[in-house]
């Protein structure tokens, strides 16, 4: 089957860096991305990785170990407005694409 | 350019009654996947359309089904109500260029709630 692991919860103060693990065990892995959702609203788009590596956008940087099945989004200079569930996610190309979510981690930033 | 549009945004149904969601892409895009969200089971994959043909499915039953239509609009579809079907349902699209086919874009959602 396919699964994603990530933490449930981080707690990180306001100028702060945080790092949020992802690992997965997928069949048909194209690429990893991350998702941003706050209370209410739909889920936006973060970064995709389909190659070994990091990927930066501006505050936000994501990484890739395919070897490894394992990815991780950072967040640097934390601010009050991330506070919110980041869920990472696996494109899959099964004959179609599909995209499995992990459960979220939901980052608390603290002032 | 608008955003997807999900419509209605909240809906009120009772058990063994259909429902019927409709999902307005961004122009242009092709894709368009469907999504549950629940508290307890987080997102769940529905399906994919992609030109008028439903190219992957979750592990949902027979219950759950879609189409495409050839401006890319999309439907989904439940039928016979269930209480468990109560969750936030949303719509993704997708462009179809190298790249952007990867970065998914979400309707604000359709909340149902089956009593």
């Known amino acids: 089957g396919q699964s994603l692991e990530q933490p449930s919860e981080v707690t990180a103060v306001e100028g702060a860096i945080v790092q949020i693990n992802c690992t997965y065990q997928t069949s048909g892995f194209y690429g990893l991305s991350w998702y941003q959702q706050h209370d209410g609203g739909a889920p936006t788009f973060l970064s995709y990785?389909?190659?070994?590596g990091l990927e930066e956008t501006g505050r936000f940087s994501s990484f890739l170990s395919r070897s490894d099945s394992y990815g991780y989004l950072l967040l640097q200079e934390l601010q009050m407005k991330d506070s919110a569930s980041y869920f990472c996610a696996v494109r899959l190309n099964t004959g179609g694409f599909k995209t499995i979510f992990g459960a979220g981690t939901r980052l608390f930033v603290k002032a | 350019k608008a955003g997807v549009t999900q419509t209605p945004r909240y809906l009120i149904k009772t058990r063994g009654q259909q429902v019927t969601l409709s999902c307005s892409p961004i122009?242009?895009?092709?894709?368009v996947s469907w999504y549950q969200q629940t508290p307890g089971q987080g997102l769940q994959f529905l399906f994919e359309y992609f030109s008028e043909t439903q190219r992957n499915k979750g592990n949902f039953p027979g219950r759950f089904s879609g189409r495409q239509f050839s401006n890319s609009r999309s439907e989904m579809n439940v039928s016979t109500l269930e209480l468990g079907d109560s969750a936030l349902y949303l719509c993704?699209?997708?462009?179809?260029?190298?790249?952007?086919?990867?970065?998914?874009?979400f309707g604000p959602g359709t909340r149902l709630t089956v009593l």
């Open positions: 993704a699209s997708s462009g179809t260029g190298a790249g952007s086919y990867n970065e998914q874009f």
């Open positions: 122009s242009g895009h092709r894709s």
């Open positions: 990785n389909g190659l070994d």
